[in-house]
């Protein structure tokens, strides 16, 4: 068990390097997978989960990926360190909640993560930095086909890999891009761009916020038919129009500097300096202001902050990374905590002596 | 899952049949309220006011099509899958299958369903490399292997019922098919017992 190397570290898609990474947060490829010789998660017996659990690890451990993985076992974590691990994208919110056997294999990367017991008994997934959705994809497939080696996936040859929903049957694949598009919510079109999304039948939510409202003005963009059409075709569909909507995000972030100059300045730099001095502040308002900051900073409104490290404080502030990297002992609030560790993180050294009149 | 009207988690999933045809539905709590008391005022449902609880399943059956009775609407719901048991209608009430039997099971009902999600009947996509063992029908895919489930519920009625020569008939069943079909471990590992 690493996890608490984890809270050291960042994964390798909030690098903030890969292509468009000014827009594209991530790219995202996952596939849904069954044992055959099992029930479904849902209806399984608690000695059915063990056995997929057990088989489903003892065989992906074994298979020869390239790949150095870590095995996590989830139905044994404590709730924060399962909260932990969703924040990080590491498993879904649904197999955190989810009841008995299940566990998660995930390289040092934090690439790929292979969940066990989900809905289904295996989804695999490659999340990579930027835009690389076809990158994310030749290494998903290499990952499926060792897998595929060793165990035997359900699969029909009309219906194709059979899944618990069949919303995922056929290519079991979810291709996905997180979007971080701050000048087209302030413009007030995104609405315009998700209503055409609609129309060519892909996906668009929020990320992280629990409501209809985006928290800090991340949208994930994914398709919804899984039949039909091949695993490359579904990757394209995603891939064709993601460079649509990052002309729209450029554009809306030069129309803003033209038009706007001194409205966008004075907005990002209130948000800047909120997060450097606020005392008390929420999850919510965090990701609005860490937004902003982040579009100020690649529109070159702010100098003296880097990608990688705004990347970062969205997972970091996050209430069980903040929970675990307090430890135990701590008895303030999240939200004076989060505070707290925003002013340290951009006030440098000096901040531990200010903060510690609390 | 979202709900397919906000943002907020869908926690019922409901499976209408009308017109002869298949909806999904996925709605958050207070969607579903809504939409379930919609079809009580129409005069759909038979239960009382008050907020449904999850994965309720009198309602979803919502307005018959023509031809569609409510006959035939119970009849199909009481439709079994052999290997894990699932009915039809806990399918529609959960919107999650039972095995990977029920695709042959309740093919002919998941079909319009499936059309409907995915505007397509037939997978194009990656197959297994592997081939299905020698004897088994390749038409049906992996649903040699998936017998076991089968199997395995009637070992465990078997034994509840004390009969335990059928037990040990199912788990020799069981051990053949699985020797035929699950790959062995690769080089160097051996399965914990
Ligand atoms: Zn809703
Ligand atoms: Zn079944």
Redesign the pocket.
Known sequence: MRLDTLTQSIGEWLRGTGPESDIVMSSRVRLARNLAQY?FVN?ATEQDRADTERILRERIVAAPMGIALDYIDVGHLEEVDRRFLVERQLISREHADAQGARGVAIDCMEQVSLMINEEDHLRIQCLHSGLDLHGAWEQIKTVDDQIEKVVPYAFHPRWGYLTACPTNVGTGIRVSVMLHLPALVITRQIDKVFRSLHKISLAVRGLYGEGSQAMGDFYQISNQTTLGRTEEELVQQVADVVPVIIDYERRAREFLVRETQQNVHDQVSRAYGILRTAQTITNEETMQLLSRVRMGVLLGLIGDVKIADINSLLIRTQPAHLQKLRGSDGDSSDDIERARYLRQHFEGGDSQVKTSAN | MKCQQCDNPAVFHITELESGSVRELHLCEDHARTYLNQNEDAGGGSEGGGAPKKGVGQSAGGPLGVGQTADDLAALDQRV??????TFFEFRNQGR??????YI?FEKELEPLIANIHGATEHTGRRPSRAVPAGADPAVGTDGLTEV?GLRRGMKEAIASEDYEKASENRDAIRGIEDRWVPPLPSGQSPTP
């Open positions: 029930p209806r | 899958c052999e290997m894990c048991g699932i299958l039972g095995c990977p039997h029920d099971q489930i």
